[in-house]
Nanobody
Framework: QVQLVESGGGLVQAGDSLRLSCAAS????????MGWFRQAPGKARNLVAG????????YYADSVKGRFAISRDNPKNTVYLQMNSLKPEDTAVYYC????????????????WGQGTQVTVSS
């Protein structure tokens, strides 16, 4: 099991940028594919971005393509989500998640979760 702690959320205006970080501990990050999910009030938790074990491939939900970028630094045991051109509809709690499954674009494969960080985008 890996422990995950997100940081970097906050209140921003539409059009601004934020970078979320997810610090992992307990096991080497390179043994996990990683993902960022988000959950808005009253809605399901959805996968917005995923990255393979060594960062050579990524997945993005259509709603964030071209605006968000996921990356990882395995020696630092950290995964990032760079969010640009933020919109009010990006408002949600963002969760970092891990899986040892190679199909990191399948939300059902994730099983270790962080506690989440709130992102609020005002119009």
């Amino acid at each position: 099991q890996v422990q995950l702690v997100e940081s970097g959320g906050g209140l921003v205006q539409a059009g601004d940028s934020l970078r979320l970080s997810c610090a992992a501990s307990g096991r080497a990050l390179s043994t996990y594919a990683m993902g960022w999910f988000r959950q808005a009030p009253g809605k399901a938790r959805n996968l917005v971005a995923g990255i393979s074990y060594f960062g050579d491939s990524t997945y993005y939900a259509d709603s964030v393509k071209g605006r968000f970028a996921i990356s990882r630094d395995n020696p630092k045991n950290t995964v990032y989500l760079q969010m640009n051109s933020l919109k009010p509809e990006d408002t949600a709690v963002y969760y970092c998640a891990a899986t040892t499954h190679p199909y990191y674009d399948d939300p059902s494969n994730y099983y270790d979760w962080g506690q989440g960080t709130q992102v609020t985008v005002s119009s």
